[in-house]
Each structure stands twice: as structure tokens, then as C-alpha cells.
């Protein structure tokens, strides 16, 4: 069973930077792809950032492009989520998920089965 555990979340001002760790177990080397979601209060879960396990290839959401960034570590267990010119609207509670269905639209919260309780990000003006 995938288990994913996020942390690094916390209050920042606008413009600073912020990163955001997911810690991966219980058998990532059949994974498909980890990715990054967020929900703010009375919206709807968006799609932030994935990354595809067996290439590094990467994907962004269009509000997060250029100032996001999300990378592996070589030992494949742990997902980071750099966070740059963060702004009020960045706020959010920011979940991991992992998905070992291949093929799965990454950009999808349906494709992930393993989520984690999510990290909360709060950006000041």
C-alpha cells in the first residue's frame, strides 16, 4: 500500500518562496506518477504540478507555470514542490497524490488512488 506524507507547509508574504516535501513509501518503484493538488477554501481541487516516474517528465498547472517547480530525489522517495513569487491566491491546503494506473491523465484528481492529508499554505499581502 502507498502511503504519501506531506510537510513544509506554512505562513509566507507575497513574494516569497516556500517548498513543499511529499514523502513516498510502501512500493514507489510501480509507480506511474506523483502529483500536486491544492484546494482553497470554497474551491474546487486544482491541479498544480505531477511529475511521471519513469521519465522525470514534468507537468504544471497554467496558475502555477514559471514559478512552481517539482522535482524528485534520485532514490525516488520523496517529491519536492518549490514554490516562487508566491501570491495571496496561492493559498490553499496543498495534497500529494500518487497513482500507479498507467497511462492516467496526471492533470486528473481521478487518476490518483493514494492521497496524502494534505499541508496548508497560507500566502500574506
Do not use: H
Not at 517547480?69 to 501570491?87: C, E, G
Amino acid at each position: 500500500q502507498v502511503q504519501v506524507v506531506e510537510s513544509g507547509g506554512g505562513l509566507v508574504q507575497a513574494g516569497n518562496s516556500l517548498r513543499l516535501t511529499c514523502a513516498a513509501s510502501g512500493g514507489t518503484s510501480s509507480l506511474y506518477g506523483v502529483g500536486w493538488f491544492r484546494q482553497g477554501p470554497g474551491k474546487d481541487r486544482e491541479f498544480v504540478a505531477a511529475i511521471r516516474w519513469s521519465d522525470g517528465n514534468t507537468f504544471y498547472g497554467d496558475s502555477v507555470k514559471g514559478r512552481f517547480s517539482i522535482s524528485r530525489d534520485n532514490a525516488k522517495t520523496t517529491v519536492d514542490l518549490q514554490m516562487y513569487s508566491l501570491k495571496p491566491e496561492d493559498t490553499a491546503n496543498y495534497y500529494c497524490a500518487a497513482t500507479r494506473k498507467w497511462f492516467a491523465s496526471l492533470r486528473l484528481p481521478v487518476s490518483y488512488a493514494y492521497w496524502g492529508q494534505g499541508t496548508q499554505v497560507t500566502v500574506s499581502s
